[in-house]
Each structure stands twice: as C-alpha cells, then as structure tokens.
C-alpha cells in the first residue's frame, strides 16, 4: 500500500495524510490481522507482575544466599531493588486511588496540585497520553466548567477544550456574554484515552480525588459539568444526561477552611451538538440559567 500511495502522491502529500489522520484521533495502526487490544494489554500486567514476582522471591532468597556464602549474590543491590520493584509492579486500582488521595489532599495550590499529577503513575492513561491537560482559564473565576477526559488537539496543546468542541464551547460562552477570562475550565480526566475512548469507571475514579481538590482550590460559585460522565461522576446522578440537564443542583465542596454547598448545573457536552446540531436549544436554556445564576 505505502509503495503504491507513493507513485501518486509527494512527501509533502503523504505527511499531510498523515497530519489529517491524527487530527481525526488516528493514534493505532492497525493491519488485515485483527488484535484484541484488551488482551495485549492484560497479558502486559500480567508479564509485569510475573516479573515482579520473580524480583521479589529473589530478594526474598537474598539473606538465605548470602548466609550460606558470606557474599551477597550478583545484581543484589539493596539500595536499589526496591526503586526496580516499584517500576515493574504498578500499583493496583485501590491502592492507586489512596495515593490519589494522599497527594490531592497535600496539594495547597492549584501549581502544587499540578505538580502532584505531574508525579503521578498510578493511572495508565498517563503512560499513553502525550501530555497532562490540567486547566484553563482564571482561577479565580466565579463558574467552574468540568468535562470527561481530554481529546487530540487538548493532548497536544496540554489545554481542555481547544480542538472543534471546545471552539464551541467558546461560541456558548459568547451567546451569554462570557468567555474564558471568566470560568476555569478542566476534565474530570487529566489525560487522553487512546483513541478518545470513555475513560473507564476505574480511571475516572482513580483521577476523581485530583478533580474534587482541583474544585476546592478553586472555590466556585457555580459548577458546570459538560456530558453525561462529569455529571454522573460529580454529582453521583444515575440517570442520563438528557434528564439530568437544566435543573439546579447541590454541590458541597470540601475546602480546607469547611465545606460549603454550591449551585452546580448538568449540560450537554459540546462534542455532543457537534454531532447532534438540533439539541443546541437545550443547551441554549441551560445556558440561560448559567447567565442568570452569575449576575
């Protein structure tokens, strides 16, 4: 196929094509031979975890060698197994989310909460993005905006909502008299999944603590939550985005001086009226209650 696309087309060509395909989301090459991703990636934690277990029962052997020869074995360096050990072990689902904990709550500023994230690995999400998305717009802002999880355009500039859905998101901003000067914009999820597939209810939980600390160092008025994930995941709704939308509901945010209940709003999503244009009434409604709860 490369061999016959190139007789046609010019270098330049081919990179644009190449350029179009990861503006689309293109991030897997695929071939005629199906691959089943979920397994490929379970059978890699499941190496990992082989590997460690390997490491481990051979430290474990260490002391007996060393007992028995006076020496202590080749490659049985004790200050430095430990660092290898946690390389090869990720930590699991619980675990990563009690250490999500630990270092949102340690965070006393938004840069101390970015630089927590920075450090984080517990959430495999972070190893195939291609950068963390933290925020935009003023932190001081009265209104919050909170999406699900970054796109390819967001992962590439390191900024929320900058690719198709978030120029309309700035257009509705525009429709009520506001724009990013005057909210604080983020996503419940730091980092892009592959290919802009939903996070799993196993990130988003683990990535949760960062987003309820981010909240509460910010200190909104008012919450927006964009789409039916940020909505179900903040405001712990089961029901869908179209019934949840356009009605007031409370919000409490932990700060460290107390909790405090505020106005939070549910919406729809703006890649959502990118692909269903005729819900943009309801969005505008939504919208119209935003204005009205901010003067």
């Known amino acids: 196929m490369a061999d016959i696309s190139a007789q046609f087309l010019s270098r330049d060509e081919l990179v644009a094509v190449v350029q179009w395909y990861a503006e689309m ?19 890699e934690i499941a190496a990992q975890q082989a590997r460690a ?69 517990g959430c495999g999400l972070k190893r195939t993005a291609g950068r963390l998305v933290f925020a935009d717009g003023n932190p001081q802002a009265r209104i919050m905006l909170v999406g699900e999880a970054p796109g390819a355009d967001e992962d590439r500039q390191g900024l929320p909502f900058v690719g198709r859905a978030g120029q309309l998101l700035d257009r509705m901003l525009a429709s009520i008299g506001m724009d990013r000067t005057q909210v604080y914009i983020a996503n419940v999820v730091p980092w892009r999944p592959p290919g802009n597939r939903t996070p799993s209810p196993q990130e988003t939980a683990i990535c ?14 008012i919450l927006v939550c964009l789409g039916g994930s940020a909505t179900q995941t903040l405001l712990g709704v089961k029901e869908g985005i179209m019934r949840a939308r356009g009605r007031w509901q409370d919000f409490v945010v932990h700060g460290d001086s107390g909790d405090r209940t505020i106005k939070a709003l549910a919406t729809l999503h703006p890649a959502y009226l990118l692909r269903q244009p005729s819900h943009k009434r309801l969005a505008w409604k939504d919208l119209r209650l935003l204005k009205k709860a901010a003067c």
């Open 53 to 121: 277990a390997a490491a481990v029962a051979e430290r474990q052997a260490e002391p007996q060698l060393q007992q028995r020869t006076g020496r202590i074995a080749p490659g049985m360096d004790r200050a430095r197994e430990p660092v290898r050990l946690a390389a090869i072990a990720p930590p699991g689902p619980e675990e990563a989310a009690r250490t999500a904990g630990e270092l949102a709550a340690s965070a006393r500023t938004l840069d101390e909460l970015r630089t927590a994230l920075d450090g984080f690995d």
């Open 208 to 221: 949760l603590p960062f987003m309820l600390r981010q909240i509460a160092l910010v200190d909104p008025d």
């Open 25 to 43: 989301g293109v991030d897997v090459a695929v071939s005629e031979v199906p691959h089943d991703r979920f397994a490929e990636g379970a059978a």
